[in-house]
T-cell receptor
Framework: SQQGEEDPQALSIQEGENATMNCSYKTSINNLQWYRQNSGRGLVHLILIRSNEREKHSGRLRVTLDTSKKSSSLLITASRAADTASYFCATDGNQGAQKLVFGQGTRLTINP | DAGVIQSPRHEVTEMGQEVTLRCKPISGHDYLFWYRQTMMRGLELLIYFNNNVPIDDSGMPEDRFSAKMPNASFSTLKIQPSEPRDSAVYFC????????????FGSGTQLSVL
């Protein structure tokens, strides 16, 4: 089963607005990562947050992690048309599994 | 660096034919991963290598799938014989450090089996 589950599955907002995507996971983790995928392209790493961190920033991106709730959120501020893409969370799981498991993704559309 | 390079970009073949997908990881990266992406199942890890050695192939669907990494700069994923349900986008990714760290993905191979 998928380790990470993104919510919502699809999100459509106006340019300039903020976009928030959520990720829930089932087992304990060492770190959680967020990736972006533009249509027809490979995934691009955005940010990694470790289990002992609660918040991390990178440019217009803000990621939070709540290990007690087993959830993370990705906030994109002041969205742009170029942010239109699918966003995936990925978790490693520290229960002996040596795999980076991806969720199903959130499809984000920024309307001009 | 040119990034992770995959070929071909698109492959259309008939059921029963052999398909070979190729990957060149980023120089210096010692982990290589093969993923498959479909609408129904999302991104699935098929197999990964560390220093050219296969570490975990539990995600390989069945014996029709095989992967090799003869050297640090080249890997192949072979499907023989191919079936329509193998149609998907296959991604190769590489990582410079531990498996759980940042992955660099190639552009993928869109495989269509008719």
């Amino acid at each position: 089963s998928q380790q990470g589950e993104e919510d919502p599955q699809a999100l459509s907002i106006q340019e300039g607005e903020n976009a928030t995507m959520n990720c829930s996971y089932k087992t304990s983790i060492n770190n959680l990562q967020w990736y972006r995928q533009n249509s027809g392209r490979g995934l691009v790493h955005l940010i990694l947050i470790r289990s002992n961190e609660r918040e991390k920033h990178s440019g217009r991106l803000r990621v939070t992690l709540d290990t007690s709730k087993k959830s993370s959120s990705l906030l994109i501020t002041a969205s742009r048309a170029a942010d239109t893409a699918s966003y995936f969370c990925a978790t490693d799981g520290n229960q002996g599994a040596q795999k980076l498991v991806f969720g199903q993704g959130t499809r984000l559309t920024i309307n001009p | 660096d040119a990034g992770v390079i995959q070929s071909p970009r698109h492959e259309v073949t008939e059921m029963g034919q052999e398909v070979t997908l190729r990957c060149k990881p980023i120089s210096g990266h010692d982990y290589l991963f093969w993923y498959r992406q479909t609408m129904m199942r999302g991104l699935e890890l098929l197999i990964y290598f560390n220093n050219n050695v296969p570490i975990d192939d539990s995600g390989m669907p069945e014996d029709r799938f095989s992967a090799k990494m003869p050297n640090a700069s080249f890997s192949t994923l072979k499907i023989q014989p191919s079936e329509p349900r193998d149609s998907a986008v296959y991604f190769c990714a590489s990582s410079a450090r531990a498996i759980r760290e940042k992955l660099f993905f190639g552009s993928g191979t869109q495989l269509s089996v008719l």
